[in-house]
């Protein structure tokens, strides 16, 4: 069995915080290292190119040569850097060294640009960063020289990683900041669900009274009212219970009453004739407890709450009322009552359990059998059209329309009501009905004579109702 992972709404949330910050800090920092590095590049290439710009001040010629004034002083407070290396080299067009440093590389690109020419090379296994300038030089002739200053990337590194934690750093410390920040808001915020988790725990399992939701942030107060509505529909649910199991035992008490009685007359009769007029009294008891016991097992299985599995198909709703009319036409018989079924001219395909299709159906027509006068009439009708519809009409004395809704109570039988049954046959076709998605309806029979109970049944659609 699969074990299912526990989520956190802290947790949750400091995700939901943190991975796009991180994201955004990593994106700022990739950002901040380039700004870094150019801001850096541009502030070593000024001065290297004020090196450069040192060096050229140094040049000295006449009509016939060029060299370069630079006495070993002076070369000192030219390469004086705690960090880098300095170097430098003059050169003729022809690439001749005049003076300065051997070991450089030699210029590339072309030789005759006007502007300074940058860039990057590696001197002794060393990264290094150079640049050329083309001077023309006074009092000679079609004479140019280049000078070329090179400068090692030390104070240029340094320089960039120093922007770099002064942008990177404080966002570091901010994001962490930030989530504890998160972490004890959040704490603070899911304290009104400790409390009300306190409140609940403390309360015992008769205390069904409604949890008080005025200091209860306006977040969690649809929660509070959540489980408030589910409270109230347990208290009903108990309170229906309550009522149910006493009319049950109202109900066994007077038959077990009356078998006691007739046992007890039926020991101290001395003839025959007597004895079976008892046990007959005995014997319809028996019955009615049976008929009472069978309906409460069935209507506790057709409750919603019933852990009975339902095993749900396509069935024809032609083939189950038609089984369930032929029933009923022994008891239909004696009582001269007239029974008919009128199927509907194409298959009347619903969605549902057979067991409990046939008991609701046949406690509608034993219900219209029992409360039709003799020699009145019961039709069965099965339609197909927008909807599959079983109608049970009868032409007895009706139900009265202020009466409808309670006779879908346990036990309640409409007064001076002189048929025998347990009134529990309309509550077991209301939780069958609602098991598979269908409507009840009663109305008037024709011309406003007998009754007319409609069960009104969804199109299949090929989805388990479970």
């Keep these: 069995m699969k074990k299912s992972s526990e989520k956190s709404i802290r947790s949750q949330l400091l995700g939901w915080l943190l991975i796009p910050l991180c994201t955004i800090w990593c994106i700022i920092a990739c950002a901040g290292y380039l700004i870094a590095d150019k801001f850096a590049n541009d502030t070593f290439d000024r001065e290297l190119l004020n090196t450069a710009d040192s060096v050229i001040a140094r040049l000295r010629s006449d009509h016939f040569k060029v060299w370069v004034d630079l006495p070993p002083a002076a070369q000192a407070i030219l390469r004086h850097n705690d960090r880098d290396k300095v170097y430098f080299q003059v050169l003729t067009r022809d690439l001749r060294r005049i003076c300065g440093d051997a070991i450089l590389p030699k210029p590339v690109g072309p030789l005759d640009a006007s502007e300074p020419r940058f860039r990057n090379s590696i001197l002794n296994g060393q990264d290094v960063r150079m640049v050329r300038i083309k001077v023309d030089v006074p009092n000679v002739s079609e004479q140019s020289l280049l000078v070329q200053v090179a400068q090692t990337l030390n104070s240029r590194r340094e320089m960039t990683h120093h922007i770099l934690l002064s942008i990177v750093l404080p966002q570091m410390i901010l994001i962490i900041l930030g989530a504890f920040s998160v972490s004890f808001g959040v704490t603070r ?22 949890i008080a939701s005025d200091d209860t942030p306006r977040e969690v107060r649809p929660l509070v009212n959540s489980i408030n509505d589910l409270l109230e529909r347990l208290r009903d649910d108990i309170e229906h219970q309550h009522r149910f199991v006493a009319n049950a035992a109202h109900q066994f008490r007077t038959p077990l009453a009356g078998l006691k009685t007739f046992i007890y007359a039926a020991k101290r009769l001395p003839s025959e004739e ?39 198909e396509c069935l024809d709703l032609n083939f189950i009322a038609s089984e369930a009319t032929s029933e009923f036409v022994s008891e239909s018989v004696p009582r001269n009552v007239e029974l008919c079924f009128i199927g509907s001219d194409k298959p009347a395909m619903i969605y549902g359990e057979m067991a409990d299709l046939t008991e609701l159906t046949s406690n509608l027509i034993e219900n219209a059998v029992i409360y039709t006068h003799e020699g009145g009439s019961v039709t069965v009708r099965v339609s197909n059209g927008d909807a599959v519809r079983l109608t049970v009409q009868d032409n007895g004395p009706g139900i009265p329309e202020d009466e409808r809704s309670r006779v879908f109570e346990r036990f309640y039988r409409i007064l001076g009501t002189e048929a025998p049954g347990s009134g529990l046959g309309l509550p077991i076709v209301k939780e069958i009905a609602a098991a598979h998605r269908a409507k009840v309806a009663i109305e008037s029979g024709t011309l406003g004579i007998g009754t007319c109970v409609t069960v009104t049944f969804p199109l299949p659609d090929g989805k388990d109702l479970n």
């Design 274 to 312: 007597k004895m079976k007029s008892v046990l007959d009294k005995i014997e319809a008891g028996t019955d009615r407890m049976t008929h009472l016991a069978n309906k409460l097992l069935i209507l506790a299985k057709a409750e919603p709450v019933s852990s009975v599995e339902r095993h749900y």
């Design 189 to 210: 915020g899911l304290k009104p669900l400790k409390t009300l988790e306190s409140d609940l725990s403390k309360r015992s399992q008769f205390d069904l009274t409604p």
